[in-house]
């Protein structure tokens, strides 16, 4: 590292000084935590940020990270919040070009795009026209009511499981933790999708 390129700690301290008060602080600590995982590498980044216990999860680091970055090829999404960001930068370019000259983003709330990303997404999903004619038939059953019951008290138990994680400071639980963060992840992804 030269002289002019920010410490680890000096990071740290940073990040812990901008909080999540703001979505221009957390765009710069998306930043930071991209310029931290530079310094340590990806195969200890997820366990050093554990053991430095900042008031977000690693769920909500990455989103910061990921919105960070594609800040710099779509700066609209800054003005936005993190949010609004994340759910745009699932776009590709086309269907964000598109999208942004056809609606006031700025008006519109956080569910109102995360809904209209998710019909852009799956009217362009290419998966049927690249299945065989005999896998088009299959058709797969939509979630009803009671498996999304399902789905809400397994998220429910697992964010309970990952509060109680927090209160131990093992290598394992943190393991743990991490994989019930992940698990909460890809709940929400699901759930998105229907």
Not at 13 to 40: A, P, V, W
Not at 47 to 73: H, L, P
Not at 149 to 173: G, H, P, Y
């Amino acid at each position: 590292m030269n002289n002019n390129e920010p410490s680890l700690d000096s990071l740290v301290e940073e990040i812990r000084k901008k909080g999540t008060q703001s979505d221009s602080n957390n765009l710069r600590i998306g930043e930071y935590l991209i310029q931290t995982r530079e310094i340590i590498g990806h195969g200890g980044w997820k366990n050093w940020f554990e053991m430095k216990n900042f008031s977000f999860s690693i769920t909500t680091a990455k989103r910061f990270m990921r919105v960070s970055k594609g800040v710099e090829n779509r700066p609209l999404v800054a003005d936005l919040g993190i949010a609004k960001a994340d759910a745009l930068l699932r776009l590709d370019d086309d269907e964000y070009e598109k999208f942004i000259s056809e609606n006031n983003v700025k008006e519109l709330t956080v569910k109102m795009i995360e809904g209209a990303v998710r019909k852009i997404k799956k009217s362009s999903s290419p998966t049927e026209a690249k299945l065989p004619p005999e896998k088009k038939e299959v058709e797969t059953e939509p979630i009803d009511d009671s498996m999304m019951m399902n789905i809400d008290q397994l998220r429910s138990c697992i964010l309970e499981m990952i509060q109680q994680f927090a209160k131990n400071k093992s290598d394992a639980i943190f393991d743990l933790r991490s994989l019930c963060e992940e698990v909460i992840e890809r709940i929400e992804e699901i759930k998105e999708r229907f």
